[in-house]
């Protein structure tokens, strides 16, 4: 069998992100916020994110990490360190982490992400599966055959409007068959953050958070 036509259940599901320290995340966030309350806010939508999924099917689950893990990590996650580089040589590499495919990687930033959404890869009959992000980038990407990744991720612009449209381009380009996910808001802004926190399910820390803060006076 394939790797395209694995069962559900068969895909890496991977998960890049930063440590949650103060200054060093969500920095387009302060103002208004403070850098201690960006960080808790990042800490939460990372959490709301890793235990999203460890409920999805999959036959390997790893954090792609910069930085150090903390309390916020849940077990049943294989952690290694991101690369050095730009963000396109780090999506790029953490794909080199899955021995074989399929596999879907998400960031942090996207706490209202669901078990349903993450399930897709390896179900589809797809090449690659694309979730465009709503301010032009993309907040998932996943590919049938991993090994694709280094030709197909690195020399991507990153962090502009088009960098989305970009690196769907270069898939379709290639000749894969693309399964295009929903777009998402991922957590920029304070804006993006109040519009992400009213897609979160009940429970969601994130959404919790962000009302402890605004119960604050913020």
């Not at 690659?128 to 993309?138: L, R």
Request: contains cysteine; proline residues 9%.
């Amino acid at each position: 069998m394939s790797a395209r036509h694995s069962a559900a259940g068969s895909a890496t599901l991977l998960v890049i992100a930063k440590e949650p320290v103060p200054g060093r995340v969500k920095t387009r966030l302060t103002p208004p916020y403070t850098p201690k309350e960006a960080a808790a806010l990042a800490k939460a939508a990372l959490a709301d994110t890793l235990h999203t999924v460890l409920q999805a099917p999959a036959r390997r689950r790893v954090l792609v990490l910069d930085g150090a893990p903390g309390p916020w990590l849940p077990p049943g996650f294989d952690i290694v360190p991101q690369k050095a580089g730009g963000l396109d040589e780090r999506i790029a590499a953490a794909f080199a982490h899955c021995d074989r495919g399929p596999a879907l990687l998400v960031g942090m930033d996207t706490p209202q992400l669901t078990v349903d959404l993450l399930a897709v890869a390896g179900r589809d009959g797809h090449d690659a599966w694309f979730g465009p992000a709503a301010d032009g980038g993309f907040w998932a990407l996943g590919f049938a055959d991993p090994g694709r990744a280094a030709v197909l991720v690195r020399g991507v612009p990153m962090s502009t409007d088009r960098t989305g449209a970009t690196q769907r381009s270069r898939l379709v380009q290639a000749g894969l068959r693309v399964g295009d996910l929903p777009v998402l808001c991922d957590v920029d802004t304070a804006a993006d953050a109040v519009a992400v926190a009213a897609c979160c399910p009940p429970g969601s820390r994130f959404a919790d958070t962000l009302n402890s803060l605004a119960e604050d006076g913020r």
